[in-house]
């Protein structure tokens, strides 16, 4: 059977929190400052704004980047009941962050066999300071979460998101949930989206539209 997939992003959309954005203004507070507002504006691209910024981090810092997520990670609402549901509904949740794998991995480990895979920034500690990459990079985006997409092929696809790392895969995918800052983009350019507050919210529409 062909896969219907959901595609959705971790930061500020499954967690609470923004918490990639959280951790760079935490451990990287100077440039963070600076860059990331440029970033918002669509003033720098995702790869370059990102690099800069994570590229200043001491690898030495790893753990303790990881200990301030797990303390500082909260699901968002409905979410595990929204997981536990999508198998009757004939779905399966993808989780695509533009930040660290890793961190996804960490917060979602009691989940994880409920989802089918996490794709996101890899990161490479063995110099002095962090270096990120992914297999899904181009000019723009070191995560681009639509080549992810083109890589499943899936037959029926929803993405769910907050931000501009969503953008570009809200332009191709045929349905898209959006909070925040991707409405806004989204609404700027005239595309269709539905609005959610909380994964309830989600649910109740998947459930109305089988």
Known sequence: MAERLIFCDFDGTILVE?????????????????????????????????????????SQKWPEMESFVLANSHLRAGFEEFLAALPGLGWELLVVTGGFTRMAELVLAPLRGQIKAIHGLEVDLS??????????????????????????????????????????????CP??????????????????????????????????HR
């Not at 963070?32 to 590229?55: C, D, F």
């Not at 898209?176 to 909380?198: C, H, I, K, M, S």
């Open 18 to 58: 923004e918490i990639f954005r959280d951790l760079m203004r935490s451990f990287a507070p100077e440039i963070s400052a600076r860059v990331l507002p440029e970033i918002l504006a669509l003033r720098k691209s995702l790869r370059q704004g990102l690099t800069e910024i994570l590229s200043t981090i001491p």
């Open 127 to 172: 110099g002095p300071t962090l270096r990120v990459f992914s297999p899904w990079e181009d000019d723009e985006e070191l995560v681009v979460k639509r080549a992810i997409y083109a890589q499943y092929q899936p037959a029926a696809a929803i993405c769910i998101g907050d931000s501009v790392t969503d953008l570009r895969l809200a332009r191709e």
């Open 175 to 208: 349905r898209v949930f959006a909070r925040n800052g991707l409405q806004d983009y989204l609404r700027a350019e005239n595309r269709a989206f539905t609005p959610f507050d909380d994964f309830h919210d989600v649910l109740t529409a998947l459930e109305k």
